[in-house]
């Protein structure tokens, strides 16, 4: 199989919510101490906070490493990272949850549809900026794509451009590929399928590929939200969704307020069905479900 057509293949495996290996008795052994030298090391690197009921996961996702490098087991493993520079982005791709959807929470893409884009158009501004901050695969960013492709505006007299980032390279590479299972747009109307996917063949039979209009409207770019930030903004959009959930109060509080150093004032922030940034900062009103404006 082509390199392309089997690393996609791969990066659905990694979504299968069931592992074989969950149901069998553990290979390798795995000490409670085991576990807190990875949360550690995940959180120092990714701000991704593991609570103990995912140690298991955390088991069933590094095992794959220790076999794949043929290891005696987990110490073994962490010897190899100290001496590995490169394993390192593996060990934090292997641990990342990339759970994602075409319009996931569609509600989102109705608003910008129906409010924001009219209201930067009556501004008379014809410049949009979005961030989807934790692309993940990079549904979301395409979603983003076909929604201002399906706004009533002439894209052609518009200037709209989508930064989408994510720290996991594996579903950074599925993402800028634009290639899917076929049954990840089946809930999609005829419309959309027609207009913004196109069929694969041989190798691809049972993919489908998104557009190249779509496809330029995007850009990926590895980030790791708790490194710097190269954006100089000002941004009109923000996506953040189903990310600051794996972070803890300080780690998001600390990013609301470097989103709203970015956005331009009265920018918009959306996130995820249980994200808030209620108690944590002030510098978002709420003014849909799950949907934020810049205050200051
Ligand atoms: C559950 S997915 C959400 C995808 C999409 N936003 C959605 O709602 O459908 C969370 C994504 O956040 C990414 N992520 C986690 N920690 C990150 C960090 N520190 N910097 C950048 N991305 C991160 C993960 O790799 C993953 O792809």
Known sequence: MDESASMIRKGIEKMAVVD????????????????EIIRSKLYVHSGISLSDYKKDMVYNRL????????LSGFNAYFSYLEKHAEEFSLFVNALTTNLTAFFRESHHFEFLKNIVVPNVGANGSRRIRVWSAGCSMGEEPYSLAMTFNMSDINLRE?????????IDSDVLNIAQAGMYGTDRIDAMSQVFKTRFFRKGRGQFTGMVKISDQLRDMVTFKELNLMHTWPMKGPLDVIFC????????????????????????????????HSESPFRLTDRFTLIGNTIYQKVY
Do not use: C, H
């Open 20 to 35: 074989a290996n969950e149901l069998s008795a553990r290979e390798f052994v795995f000490t409670d101490e085991d576990f």
């Open 63 to 70: 095992v794959r490493r220790i076999r794949a490098l043929s």
């Open 158 to 166: 518009w200037d709209i451009k989508i930064l989408a980032t994510d």
């Open 241 to 272: 969704r189903n990310v600051m959930i794996y972070f803890d109060k300080e780690t998001q509080t600390e990013l609301l307020n470097r989103m709203a150093d970015l956005l331009a004032p009265g920018g918009y922030l959306f996130v995820g």
